[in-house]
T-cell receptor, first 112, second 114 residues
């Protein structure tokens, strides 16, 4: 059974700092890894989807990498801003169909 | 606009009173699923559907029912809600059930059962 772990559970950084969020998974047969953002009381917004044939994806200040052999994914946020404050979730896709397993998330606070 | 729409957004109900949470997508997606989100437990899959008339249990299906009579709709039914079903619920859809397709999520339904 796939298990997804996110470390740290919470993170507080000053504005402008570069930061890395970590996600680890137990099933190396994972084929997609997706990062989401969730604002308080809101739904999930997809940030980046790394497909099985890829090792990383970039969107603006965000870069996500996937290393299936080590069971890890990282989300790198460059030059953090207060608007980046949210909970970040990673989700692993595995199984013969779209079985998605979520981590509990990392709550990020960027201090002005 | 491509989206997944859930209704209602907020619901307070009493134990045992049947309720339905609707989910609709306008992207002609084959795959739809329901999740619940609880503090410290993250999102857990309740049920999923790979296409019309094809549904199956996820990780936490007890106390829930679903149906998929049309491609665009995937309602979640609680026949006899209990307080332990108080949670934040999300519906999601994706083009296919298999690889390399992105999941889109609704805005969530916050359910309180008293």
């Amino acid at each position: 059974k796939q298990e997804v772990t996110q470390i740290p559970a919470a993170l507080s950084v000053p504005e402008g700092e570069n930061l890395v969020l970590n996600c680890s998974f137990t099933d190396s047969a994972i084929y997609n890894l997706q990062w989401f953002r969730q604002d308080p009381g809101k739904g999930l917004t997809s940030l980046l989807l790394i497909q099985s044939s890829q090792r990383e994806q970039t969107s603006g200040r965000l870069n996500a990498s996937l290393d299936k052999s080590s069971g890890r994914s990282t989300l790198y946020i460059a030059a953090s801003q207060p608007g980046d404050s949210a909970t970040y979730l990673c989700a692993g896709y595995s199984g013969g169909y779209q079985k998605v397993t979520f981590g509990i998330g990392t709550k990020l606070q960027v201090i002005p | 606009e491509a989206q997944v729409t859930q209704n209602p957004r907020y619901l307070i109900t009493v134990t045992g009173k049947k309720l339905t949470v609707t989910c609709s997508q306008n992207m002609n997606h084959e795959y739809m699923s329901w999740y619940r989100q609880d503090p410290g437990l993250g999102l857990r899959q309740i049920y999923y559907s790979m296409n019309v008339e094809v549904t199956d249990k996820g990780d936490v299906p007890e106390g829930y029912k679903v149906s998929r009579k049309e491609k665009r709709n995937f309602p979640l039914i609680l026949e006899s809600p209990s307080p332990n079903q108080t949670s934040l619920y999300f519906c999601a859809s994706s083009l296919y059930a298999t690889t390399n397709t992105e999941a889109f999520f609704g805005q969530g339904t916050r359910l309180t059962v008293v």
